[in-house]
């Protein structure tokens, strides 16, 4: 019977779930032969694979989702499957096959899987074939038919006991080999240390990605660094006109911009990556052979200082960014100074304007007051004579002469308040108090 559920379940608890549960330790009986390869995967190659998962040989176990699928062909041979954010592995685990060596037996069952995950789209980012053993005596056959170069072979101990071998190369078969020896590791034990082997190589491979692309940044940031002190050296000496070199400084952050936006997604990568192998180091707890190089070693000499390059390339990106910033607002500063002091220099031209026309307003005026005076008494002299016609002790230039300072001071004021009326319809209206 099952229990009823008396509480609200989030909905994405079964998801969170599952994500905890996702990665399973392949099962392992030694001796046992396994093969994993890794590859990236765009857009069109994730659809490709997702629609040749249908296809996948074996019978396929429960507890299987859209990242995850198990297979069994026979009674000892695992094939599994993983989607992961930009890469996906797959893993094929003979169990129980003795003698062990570095090919798969010539059964149906098994050429099947292989050509399964052979030809599954993507690109290869890594392969690799391991061969686990009991111990270190059944390990030694192995050893010397894998053709380990002498001065390349890192051997150590991991997981609390276990041994390994390898050179990280890539054989004429395209995969890399490896050798585990078991030592009395616990099968449970056996299979985390070996999952951890794989994901320490997985990873180390994703975060050795960003080297490349980091090198190539490296020698596009030197000129564009040397750009940018000329710009700096032209902005300081003022030689220059600014709005060329608001065009220089412009293009090259757009050129920083680009370089950033280019490899900026594969250098958090790497620099997760890095952190994710770290992890896996330390879970391995690695210890030293005397007179071999180590896991550790290894580690440390290649891969640490390419994740060093790459985090050295986004912080002299960030600075670039911003020296690039600076200079540009030091630049648009200048301009802006400039252009507040024409408009000072505007300002006071128009004030002057302003003053003159005021001046030659006031002169105008007073001209016209002159000229308008003079023709209002010359039409007042024609009733004025035409009076003096009929009665001759009438003097008409008395008269005008008399009229005169009145016509002029009536016309002043005429002329003032139709100025002043036309001012004060200009004037905008006084918010009320």
Partial sequence: MVAERRFTEHALRPLLVGEMQLRREPALTVPARMIQLVRLLDADARTAELAALPAMPGDLRPGHDSRHRETRLGADIHLHWEQHSEASTVTLVRGGS????????????????????????????????????????AAAELVASAGFPAGQLVTCHVGGGARIWTDFRIH??????????????????????????????NYRNLALLGLPPARTAWTDLDWLEQALEQVGRALAAGEVRDDVLLGRL??????????????????????????????????????????????????????????????????????LNGRAAQFTALLRTRIETHIENQNGRLLASMDRSARMQLQLQQLVEGLSTVAVSYYALGLLSYPLKAVEKHWPRLSATLLLGLAMPFVALLVFHLIHGARSRLVSRDRPAEPAT
């Avoid at 490896?178 to 999952?195: E, H, I, K, S, Y």
């Avoid at 090259?252 to 997760?272: E, K, P, Q, V």
């Avoid at 890095?274 to 030293?288: C, F, M, Q, T, Y």
């Fill in 250 to 319: 412009i293009q090259l952050s757009a050129d920083i911009l680009s370089i950033d936006s280019g490899c900026a997604y594969r250098m958090s990568a790497t620099a997760a990556y890095g952190r994710i192998v770290a992890s896996r180091l330390a879970e391995l707890d690695v210890v030293p052979i005397a007179g071999h190089r180590s896991l550790a070693d290894f580690t440390e000499r290649r891969l640490w200082p390419a994740v060093r390059t790459c985090a050295a390339l986004t912080d002299r990106l960030a600075l």
């Fill in 98 to 137: 003795d003698p062990v060596g570095w090919d798969f037996p010539d059964a149906a069952d098994a050429r099947a899987a292989i050509a399964w995950a052979e030809y599954l789209p993507g690109a290869v980012i890594r392969a690799v074939r391991l061969a686990i053993v009991a111990d270190e005596g």
């Fill in 172 to 201: 004429d078969d395209g995969y890399g080999r490896m050798v585990v020896a078991a030592n009395g590791l616990l099968p449970g034990d056996l299979a985390r240390c070996v999952q951890r082997l794989q994901e320490l190589g």
